[in-house]
């Protein structure tokens, strides 16, 4: 970041709703840039949905494609993330209907053994936890505790009412409670 003459923040790249407004001007590098910044929150996502390395790389390449293809029509009613995560969760739901059953975990790397024992062995059982959760509960889960997204952004990823957030993540916290003591 670099500063105005008021001394304040200045971002180096811009923003990704003038990206998006590049891109459907035929911007590659602008894409590129967009890209970038949305394929770690994009394969965050899809992982912790339960999803399959090969599968999430494919879902988000898609992603990315209907993006590109979108980005005229994008009407701003939500963040370009959001709106790039409401993509990418669909066809990740898709996926793991078409599916079933396939789910995959990857060991995280760590120092200490046997913290990394301990730690591995809490996180594997919140993951399997969280993998047993019917797809819709799994859904909100996934992204208000792992990616922070506000119930209203998650209404908007999932086309929910917020009513119907609240009390999906309270069934989900409920039963990962229930499952977890």
């Not at 078409?98 to 993951?127: F, H, I, K, N």
């Amino acid at each position: 970041m670099t500063s105005d003459r008021e001394g304040a923040p200045v971002p180096l790249t811009p923003p990704d709703e003038e990206l998006l407004g590049r891109v459907a001007s035929g911007d590659q590098a602008a894409f590129g840039l967009l890209a970038e910044r949305l394929t770690p929150t994009l394969k965050r996502v899809l992982f912790r949905l339960g999803l399959a390395e090969a599968v999430i790389e494919d879902t988000v390449q898609d992603t990315l494609v209907k993006v590109w293809q979108g980005s005229a029509g994008f009407e701003g009613r939500s963040t370009v993330s959001t709106w790039a995560c409401r993509i990418a969760l669909n066809r990740g739901l898709s996926a793991l209907r078409a599916r079933r059953g396939e789910v995959s975990w990857q060991p995280m790397a760590v120092l200490d053994a046997e913290a990394a024992w301990e730690s591995r062995r809490r996180a594997e059982a919140v993951r399997e936890a969280v993998l047993e959760l019917p797809v819709p509960l799994r859904a909100v889960i996934v992204l208000r505790e792992y990616e922070g997204f506000s119930y209203r952004g998650i209404a908007e990823v999932l086309g929910i009412p917020m009513g119907t957030v609240m009390s999906r993540l309270h069934t989900a916290r409920s039963r990962l409670r229930r499952r977890l003591v």
